[in-house]
């Protein structure tokens, strides 16, 4: 008798995952017992209200938060397993409010490639540097030019240009056209969808615009209440 082959392990997964954040009252999860499970090359958009734990799920996969019960899962092994600095390199976390360290631009891109966990990688030369700001519509912003002097849309795209320079497995992006214009906005997306398709990467997407894909066909998902519900 033939056995059905096994189904695939999935990328990134919650397996009855409960969170709440301590010293709140009233005590209530924001996330209560949520499963997900997001095949490699995924391209997931997360969608529900404003302090629905939208940000607290992506944090969860790179251990900046840590869940009260369940499992989160990398490639069916608990991330708390990974060294940190090894994790956040296989999944890379793009936050609301972007951050930049004090240097040049050149400085804020090239700053992963001077961590220990990056030893014998090749560091991007100007040319690829400048490549790749020019894939998010940001190559007007010189390589030399104070990183604190950006505007808040401008270190959006600079630190979503230094997290695709290292190459991660899955990209997790909280907000990220929240402080951009239309063409600034559609350049990211784009970029988003190029990691996706192009270089098969996962992509957890969490955004309040309207987002209209033109190469992926996302899975949509809302987060509501503490639960996790798919909608498409």
């Known amino acids: 008798m033939l056995q059905a082959a096994p189904s695939p392990v999935p990328h990134l997964a919650l397996r009855g995952v409960s969170f709440a954040y301590a010293g709140v009252s009233p005590c209530r999860n924001i996330l209560d017992g949520v ?50 600095a090894r994790l ?37 030369d100007d040319h690829a540097l400048r490549e790749i700001l020019g894939r998010l519509a940001a190559a007007d912003i010189p390589l030399d030019q104070e990183a604190a002097t950006l505007s808040v849309g401008q270190r959006q795209r ?13 990209l997790l992006l909280d907000e990220p056209v929240s402080a951009l214009d239309a063409d600034s906005a559609r350049a990211v997306l784009g970029a988003a969808e190029s990691f996706c398709l192009d270089d098969g990467g996962t992509v957890l997407f ?14 949509q998902y809302r987060l509501e209440a503490g639960r996790l519900a798919c909608t498409a």
Do not use: I, W
């Open 206 to 219: 969490v955004s309040h615009a309207d987002f209209a894909p033109r190469r992926v066909a996302p899975t």
């Open 35 to 84: 499963d997900l499970a997001v095949p490699r090359g995924a391209f997931v958009l997360l969608a529900g209200p404003s302090g629905a734990g939208k940000s607290t799920l992506l944090r969860l996969f790179c251990r900046l938060e840590e869940p009260q019960a369940g499992q989160v899962l990398l490639c069916g092994q608990g991330v708390e397993s990974l060294p940190p």
């Open 158 to 170: 600079l630190c979503l240009a230094r997290a695709l320079l290292t190459r991660p497995e899955a």
């Open 88 to 124: 956040r390199r296989r999944v890379s976390y793009l936050q609301q409010t972007p951050a930049v360290v004090p240097g040049t631009v050149r400085d804020n891109l090239l700053l992963p490639f001077s961590f220990k966990s990056a030893a014998g990688e090749p560091r991007p």
